[in-house]
């Protein structure tokens, strides 16, 4: 018995492996070579059957396993590594001048050791965030950031998320050890998107792709890291002291073809040279063709060839001999703050904005600037009458970077936040973990207006019509004070607005009834909580299809949704908190307006009768699915979780170990159901015109 035990855990393991290796390759295939081969719902297959295969044997759970991309549970916080080989940096050259006196520096240094010829390798400067992958015997065990080059954070959860980095190398015979270097980026249409969503959830911008995924990499919770498509291309390989490898390469040229066949993606836009002039080219080449590419880089980096001239050169203090970023300029130019202004946003956010002397930039006139908070104002010492550098990359808000304290005149006029709303006059608030200042008065007309233009806006209740001008004209005439007063306007109110006809108020009542058939999900990204963004709204709508259910739901109920996280979960608890908003829901429900909705209603799932509008609590651990898994699979064929046993409960699904709630179920008499009999209803959900 006990042999074939073995022998089947053998198969089990190898059809795991077999498993593992085919949704490396087409992923590769898809995300690296961006050739995929195999079809969308052949890899959900296979991978959902390495997944069960993992469940069941947890044994067989690798690191390397593609399962481990899609993000853990939340981490608290990061831990310090110390590099092994620390991460320099690159000394700038910004003219040929500078290249050319970088070539005579290094000459100098290895003097009787240069080669007859040298050669240069030159790589697009991707403007991201360096990363080093510690991989043992091929398999990645370890992703940290540059720190400050000695010391950096363990981000191995977030790393194992960004799908152009190999879990596993294809290399034959790994080594024991070896390190990988290269630069995470956002692609620019990435960065984009977060933007919208950050701004449709009222969270401040990320200036730029750098820190967006500079902070991307450090965020807590993978599994929105792993919703982010961060990329990543390597330029480095660093063997440790002594090791011998197969084919290892002996130059950079080399290095970066063994990169691609180990997996990596590589940047193709590389050139090796014979000359500096032929570096000057590639960078002439590259200046407006940059522009093309769907992600930012801002130089080019020039590297010796021959991996034993490096060693030769070695490092300044600093940086290596041997390489060097030839940067191009910056879209920078000086201008005059003429004053500082203060705006307050749909969140109540206080935001200074620098008013500049309208200067060319990228193409663009810019005549303000972000200057983000308080703290930001203070350690650029920012004031009224300074010459500022201003900065605009591509599509991004420009902003200030520096002030030129050399011009500094006596007419500088430092600048407060105001301690005082300036829309309402109510005091202000500086909440103690934040660096933003905050409005906190519900009934600000800033916010008012925010709240109102965001509930009329094409993404939530879509009020053609209503735009901020009829908006204006509604809070200066004391006619809304929330959203829900307009659905208690009529024509009569409407025709005593200026420049309002008959016909522009019949067609807004329209439009306002029509809104009211707008779905669940899309009243609840119209309520604009803070951090419920149009995504976020959907994953919650799906989950909680009554506002009642939304409302009643503990913190750790909301964050049970997949991709919401402890700080969105927060703001939407706190939120049904406040009586004003709880009176603001009845009254949107009185009016007539879609509270609840169905459950994933919009990704076309099949509804199941056994199961669809079915009440279910999950306790004790299944045999083979997880909670998440089972969770999911009854949302989808329509029916809804909750966390706990009461009268209004369909079906407890009982797994080993459950306690007081089956007991609970027992007393109400309410259905049990073991996760095979769970499984014959979900089946019926997939098939539903399957015979019995
Ligand atoms: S080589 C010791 N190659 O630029 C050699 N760096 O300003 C170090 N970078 O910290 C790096 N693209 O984050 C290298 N093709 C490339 C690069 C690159 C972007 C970044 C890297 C480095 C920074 C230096």
Redesign the pocket.
């Known amino acids: 018995m006990e042999d074939v035990n073995q022998s089947m855990s053998s198969d089990v393991s190898q059809r795991a492996q077999e498993l593992r290796k085919l949704l490396q390759q087409a992923s590769y295939e898809y995300y690296v070579l961006d050739a995929p081969t195999m079809e969308d719902a052949v890899y959900d297959q296979l991978y959902r059957e390495l997944q069960t295969i993992e469940e069941q044997h947890s044994e067989l759970a690798t690191p390397d396993s593609p399962t481990q991309r899609v993000g853990e549970k939340p981490a608290t916080q990061f831990h310090s590594v110390r590099h092994n080989i620390p991460?320099?940096?690159?000394e700038?050259a910004f003219n040929q001048a500078e290249l050319t006196a970088w070539e005579q520096r290094w000459r100098r240094v290895a003097e009787d050791e240069i080669p007859e010829s040298v050669d240069y390798v030159c790589?697009?400067?991707?403007?991201?965030?360096?990363l080093a992958l510690t991989y043992e015997h091929g398999v990645l065990i370890r992703g940290t950031t540059?720190g400050n080059g000695i010391e950096g954070e363990d981000i191995t959860q977030n790393v194992r998320t960004i799908r152009t980095i190999p879990l596993r190398l294809t290399v034959a015979n790994p080594p024991e050890r070896l390190e990988i270097?290269g630069?995470a980026f956002l692609p620019l249409d990435v960065f984009a998107h977060i933007n919208v969503e950050r701004e449709e959830a009222g969270d401040a911008l990320f200036a730029n792709p750098r820190n967006a995924a500079a902070g991307t990499l450090r965020q807590l919770d993978s599994r929105i890291v792993a919703k982010r498509r961060l990329d990543f291309?390597a330029?480095?390989i660093q063997f440790p002291d002594g090791t011998v490898v197969e084919n290892a390469p002996d130059s950079q040229w080399g290095g970066l073809k063994f990169l691609e066949a180990a997996g990596f993606r590589v940047?193709p836009n590389r050139r090796l040279c014979t000359s500096l002039g032929e570096v000057a080219a590639f960078y002439d080449d590259w200046s407006s063709d940059r522009h093309n590419l769907p992600y930012l880089t801002d130089g080019v980096?020039v590297?010796i060839n021959s991996l034993s001239l490096q060693q030769t050169l070695g490092f300044t203090q600093k940086?290596?001999r041997w390489?060097i970023?030839l940067k191009y300029p910056a879209e920078e130019a000086p201008t005059i703050v003429e004053n500082i202004s203060v705006n307050v946003g749909r969140t109540g956010a206080v935001t200074p904005l620098a008013e500049l002397r309208p200067v060319q930039l990228a193409g663009t006139t810019v005549s303000r600037a972000t200057l983000h908070n308080r703290d930001f104002i203070a350690e650029l010492d920012i004031r009224i009458g300074d010459t500022v550098i201003v900065r605009k990359a591509g599509e991004i808000i420009p902003e200030v970077v520096r002030v030129l304290k050399e011009l500094l005149s006596a007419e500088t006029v430092p600048f407060e936040l105001p301690t005082h709303c300036p829309v309402c006059g109510q005091p202000v608030v500086q909440p103690k973990d934040e660096a933003v200042t905050r409005c906190i008065n519900t009934s600000c007309p800033a916010i008012l207006k925010g709240a109102l233009v965001h509930w009329a806006s094409r993404g939530a209740l879509d009020i053609n019509g209503l735009g901020e001008k009829w908006v204006d004209q509604f809070l200066s005439r004391g006619m809304v004070h929330t959203v829900a007063d307009l659905y208690a306007l009529s024509e009569e109110d409407l025709v005593q607005v200026e420049r309002m006809g008959n016909k522009s108020a019949q067609n807004l009542i329209n439009a306002l009834n029509e809104s009211k058939q707008q779905p669940w999900t899309r009243v609840l990204y119209g309520l604009g909580i803070r951090h419920v963004g149009s995504v976020n709204a959907q994953l919650l709508a799906e989950h909680f299809t009554t506002v009642e259910a939304l409302h009643t739901a503990s913190p750790e109920e909301i964050e049970t949704v997949y991709g919401i996280g402890p700080e969105i979960s927060q703001s939407v608890h706190q939120w049904f908190q406040v009586p004003a908003n709880q009176v603001l829901i009845q009254r949107l429900q009185e009016a007539g307006l879609q509270l609840e909705g169905d459950a994933l209603a919009s990704s076309g799932n099949k509804q199941n009768e056994a199961i669809a509008g079915k009440t279910f609590v999950l306790t004790g651990t299944l045999p083979t699915l997880k909670r998440d898994e089972a969770k999911t699979r009854i949302q989808q064929a329509g029916g809804k979780v909750t966390g706990s046993v009461s009268k209004k409960t369909d079906y407890v699904v009982v797994g080993e170990g459950a306690g007081s709630k089956q007991e609970k179920a027992e007393k109400l008499g309410i259905k049990q159901l073991s996760e095979a009999q769970l499984l014959a209803l979900l089946i019926d959900s997939v098939e539903p015109d399957q015979p019995e």
């Open positions: 991460l320099y940096s690159l700038n790589e697009l400067k991707i403007d991201g965030s360096a540059r270097r630069e291309f330029y480095t940047n980096v590297k940086f290596p390489a970023a």
